[in-house]
C-alpha cells in the first residue's frame, strides 16, 4: 500500500518562505518520479516541479528561481522549498509519485501566503 504524507504547509507572510516535506511508504519511492503539484481555488491543479530517482529535476517557469526540490532516497521523502513566496502561491499542494503505469497522491497540505 502506497501512502504519500505531505507537512509543512501553513501561513506565511509575502516574501517569506516554507519547506514542504513528503514521506513516502510502500515500497515505491526508489524507483519513482516524485513531483509537487498546486490547486489554487477554482484553478486546475498544475505542476510545480519533478524529480527522478536519479535526481532530474523540471520546475515550472512560474516559480523557477524560487523553488528547489530534492529527494532524500535514504529517508524516502521528497522535498519543496520555496522562497520569496507570493500571494498567488497560496494553493493546496500535492505530493505524487509516479512509476508507470502508477500514479499515486498524498491529502495535501495548504499553503497560505498572506499578510
Known amino acids: 500500500q502506497v501512502q504519500l504524507v505531505e507537512s509543512g504547509g501553513g501561513l506565511v507572510e509575502p516574501g517569506g518562505s516554507l519547506t514542504l516535506s513528503c514521506a513516502a511508504s510502500g515500497g515505491i519511492f526508489s524507483y519513482a518520479t516524485m513531483g509537487w503539484y498546486r490547486q489554487a481555488p477554482g484553478k486546475q491543479r498544475e505542476l510545480v516541479a519533478t524529480i527522478t530517482p536519479g535526481g532530474s529535476k523540471v520546475i515550472t517557469a512560474s516559480v523557477k528561481g524560487r523553488v528547489t526540490i530534492s529527494r532524500d532516497n535514504a529517508k524516502n521523502t521528497v522535498y519543496l522549498r520555496m522562497n520569496s513566496l507570493k500571494p498567488e502561491d497560496t494553493a493546496v499542494y500535492y505530493c505524487?509519485?509516479?512509476?508507470?503505469?502508477?500514479?499515486?497522491w498524498g491529502q495535501g497540505t495548504q499553503v497560505t501566503v498572506s499578510s
Open positions: 505524487n509519485a509516479q512509476r508507470d503505469p502508477s500514479i499515486y
